[in-house]
């Protein structure tokens, strides 16, 4: 159901001004988006923008069981319905909620006419276009050059960013079409950060131990992806940076006693 009043923490919109984030927004409401629901179907036409505030979406190319591979995750530093930017109305990926939480939710043919009418508005979240096509290079750059290891690395970080807490739940599944790899793939590059006392994962459940540690271990993608948001967004746009060692990760890690489950 619509939660009226939720307060605007999506980072696009809060860089807009206030007269074009009204226009934009207009009198819609943010929703409670649900784990596992599925936003849009890859090469289905787009009924609605969403500009996430704690949930994240995941972006995951056509393909046949393993050859599906996650992309893109998108946050509070950014929207889905990017085609629509571009004046097409068909999603080339499948959007699904990897994380459960609220986002704005815009009509396609709203968006269209308000982006057509205002060139600032349409200009501000070309930028993020640009930011996440550059991500979208560089993460086929990263799967095809990276270890799998380095390249959990990454994914773990980008998750807990856009989660906003170093304790969020992954599915193995999701992990393995993120890595492109199987799911025994996975729980061995797993190890190998729990072994580092990096991370703690069990049964999906992630706690980030050392955030540090993680970005050493993580492929250079990580900072790069960092560099052009912060670049080509601002310095009001960097990711969140949680402490190094977050108590609560600690606790939880504690909980669930370190061992790798499916
Ligand atoms: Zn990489």
Same mark, same amino acid.
Not at 69 to 82: A, C, Q, R, S, T
Not at 137 to 156: D, I, N, P, S
């Given at each position: 159901?619509?939660?009226?009043?939720?307060?605007?923490?999506?980072?696009?919109?809060?860089?807009?001004?206030?007269?074009?984030?009204?226009?934009?927004?207009?009198?819609?409401?943010?929703?409670?988006?649900?784990?596992?629901?599925?936003?849009?179907?890859?090469?289905?036409?787009?009924?609605?923008?969403?500009?996430?505030?704690?949930?994240?979406?995941?972006?995951?190319?056509?393909?046949?069981?393993?050859?599906q591979?996650?992309?893109?995750?998108?946050?509070?530093?950014?929207?889905?319905?990017?085609?629509?930017?571009?004046?097409?109305?068909?999603?080339?990926?499948?959007?699904?909620?990897?994380?459960?939480?609220?986002?704005?939710?815009i009509?396609?043919?709203?968006?269209?006419?308000?982006?057509?009418?205002?060139?600032?508005?349409?200009?501000?979240?070309?930028?993020?276009?640009?930011?996440?096509l550059?991500?979208?290079?560089?993460? $086929?750059?990263?799967?095809? /050059? +990276?270890?799998?290891?380095?390249? %959990? @690395? *990454?994914? !773990?970080?980008?998750? =807990?960013?856009? $989660?906003?807490?170093?304790? /969020? +739940?992954?599915?193995?599944?999701? %992990? @393995? *079409?993120? !890595?492109?790899?199987? =799911?025994?793939?996975?729980?061995?590059?797993?190890?190998?950060?729990?072994?580092?006392? %990096?991370? *703690?994962?069990?049964?999906?459940?992630?706690?980030?131990?050392?955030?540090?540690?993680?970005?050493r271990?993580?492929?250079?993608?990580?900072?790069?992806?960092?560099?052009?948001?912060?670049?080509?967004?601002?310095k009001?746009?960097?990711?969140?940076?949680?402490?190094?060692?977050?108590?609560?990760?600690?606790?939880?890690?504690?909980?669930?006693?370190?061992?790798?489950s499916?």
């Amino acid at each position: 159901m619509p939660t009226k009043r939720a307060p605007i923490k999506n980072r696009l919109l809060a860089a807009l001004s206030s007269e074009d984030r009204l226009r934009l927004l207009g009198d819609t409401a943010a929703l409670d988006l649900n784990l596992s629901e599925t936003l849009s179907e890859s090469g289905a036409h787009i009924h609605h923008v969403y500009f996430p505030v704690d949930s994240v979406i995941s972006l995951i190319t056509p393909g046949i069981s393993r050859e599906q591979l996650e992309v893109g995750l998108v946050g509070n530093e950014g929207m889905f319905g990017l085609p629509l930017l571009l004046g097409i109305r068909v999603s080339p990926l499948r959007a699904v909620v990897q994380g459960a939480g609220r986002a704005w939710r815009i009509d396609a043919g709203h968006f269209l006419r308000v982006i057509e009418s205002h060139a600032s508005i349409r200009q501000a979240l070309n930028r993020y276009l640009y930011v996440f096509l550059a991500q979208l290079m560089q993460t $086929a750059t990263c799967t095809r /050059f +990276h270890l799998v290891e380095a390249r %959990l @690395a *990454r994914w !773990l970080l980008m998750s =807990r960013d856009r $989660a906003h807490s170093s304790h /969020f +739940h992954i599915t193995h599944e999701f %992990l @393995a *079409r993120l !890595l492109g790899v199987r =799911r025994v793939g996975v729980t061995s590059a797993a190890s190998a950060l729990q072994r580092r006392d %990096l991370i *703690r994962y069990k049964r999906g459940d992630v706690a980030v131990l050392d955030a540090r540690g993680l970005e050493r271990a993580a492929c250079p993608c990580y900072a790069i992806d960092k560099r052009i948001y912060r670049r080509v967004l601002g310095k009001g746009l960097v990711y969140r940076q949680p402490a190094e060692r977050d108590p609560e990760a600690i606790r939880l890690a504690t909980r669930v006693e370190g061992s790798i489950s499916c």
